[in-house]
């Protein structure tokens, strides 16, 4: 069942790993279906490792439909994000170390970059917090996240979403906010740093939209120079 996107939940696992924003087993990776499903990475396995069959398939409640593996600690938190905000399609959690100790310094990573607003789609807020395999994860995230597609949880890790997107969004959203994490930081060593206008974030939103194959070309009104 769901073979395809079981392949692609394991390939953006291994992505995590390759752009180091997980260690081993670090993270998960889940992905709402059209038709209501929750497919869940499994806990404690390796990216690499895994097949389909070790992708677990359940419904909102957590009930497991398919698949005999033991389903992420994580998966309570997961499953709330799914259930209060329908418009999500996937979910990412990370503890990409660059994001988070910016989370130890403060309460929110503002726009500086244009890769940052392309990905995350404006600010990204800390949340207090929370630990492992705890449903405040899941709570801060729907608290906190806005209108973003990402969260910094203090102490702990970041939690990423896609919406029209799918996985693909989740996944960018997490490796761009940690290269712009890592550009910031070294940016905050050296000094003052460069502010962007509230226009140029805008821009900037709205320009990743026409990012891709398969989508319109970028109205030229909307490049002009802000």
Do not use: W
């Amino acid at each position: 069942m769901f073979e395809e996107t079981k392949r692609q939940i394991i390939k953006a696992g291994m992505s995590l790993d390759r752009y180091g924003l997980i260690a081993l087993s670090g993270g998960n990776v889940s992905v709402r279906m059209p038709s209501g499903e929750i497919l869940v990475t499994p806990s404690g396995m390796i990216y690499e490792d895994l097949v389909e069959d070790d992708i677990l398939v359940m419904d909102l409640q957590g009930k497991i439909i398919e698949g005999t593996r033991k389903p992420s600690s994580d998966t309570e938190a997961i499953l709330y994000i799914f259930r209060e905000m329908p418009e999500v399609t996937a979910v990412i959690h990370t503890h990409q170390p660059y994001a988070t100790a910016i989370g130890l310094v403060q309460d929110e990573f503002e726009v500086n970059l244009t890769t940052l607003a392309n990905a995350t789609a404006g600010p990204v807020r800390v949340s207090p917090y929370s630990s492992a395999g705890s449903i405040d994860m899941g709570i801060d995230t729907v608290k906190y996240i806005g209108d973003s597609l990402a969260i910094i949880m203090a102490h702990h890790g970041v939690m990423t979403v896609g919406k029209d997107k799918g996985l693909k969004q989740a996944l960018y959203a997490a490796v761009y906010l940690e290269e712009a994490s890592k550009c910031y930081l070294a940016a905050k060593a050296c000094g003052e740093m460069k502010q962007m206008t509230p226009e140029q974030i805008q821009q900037s939103i709205e320009v990743f939209k026409y990012y891709g194959q398969g989508t319109p070309t970028i109205p030229k009104d909307l490049v002009k120079r802000v």
